[in-house]
């Protein structure tokens, strides 16, 4: 019988008799024989939860604000750059876009998305999920009433869609972090 030992810093499985884990140099230790004998649904679903774990939510949670800042800044590039296009383009290439509603919308986008990403640091998935659909309830109809491909703004708007999909991916990967088991042994 194999002894395999997880390593409370970072949650990689290292080989019985290991003395630093192989992943994060960390020191091991040696399980004692009351916890080989806790049953294994017992051992993996009580007490707080490990460090490894709460690192890994953190990480998919700065990911996912990470995300949404992005899509803020987008937003403010948008508010700044596309009224100096729509004015030096020649007419018609936008269609009958209004600079000063363009400006208007990519200001108020990224406060949402500023307050969102904010909010996302502690529990991404809402903040996540309601800037997706926000931004698709106000993007589809904008897209369909486009004359052109360049007045509907296909391509930024995919982009702004896969920005926000990711933060909704790292949301939904904060949710399913869970605790690996503590102690486990293999059969060989």
Sequence with gaps: MNMITYCAKCGIANRAGDECCQACEGRLRTPTAEELAIPRAIATNSGPEPVYVLAERQRWARIAARS?????????????????????????????????VVQQHG????LG???????????????SVAALCIYL?????????????ISSGIISKSIMVLVLLRAVHAAIQYRTT???????ALHG
């Design 68 to 100: 949404l800042l992005s899509a803020t800044l987008i937003s403010l590039s948008r508010a700044v750059l596309m009224p100096f296009l729509i004015t030096r383009v020649p007419r018609g290439t936008f269609g009958q876009i209004d600079p000063a």
């Design 178 to 184: 869970r605790r690996r088991p503590a102690i486990a």
């Design 113 to 127: 998305f500023s307050i969102a990403a904010i909010w996302a640091q502690r529990d991404p998935l809402f903040p």
């Design 137 to 149: 309830g106000l993007a589809i109809p904008d897209a369909m009433d486009g004359t052109t491909l």
């Design 107 to 110: 200001y108020f986008a990224a």
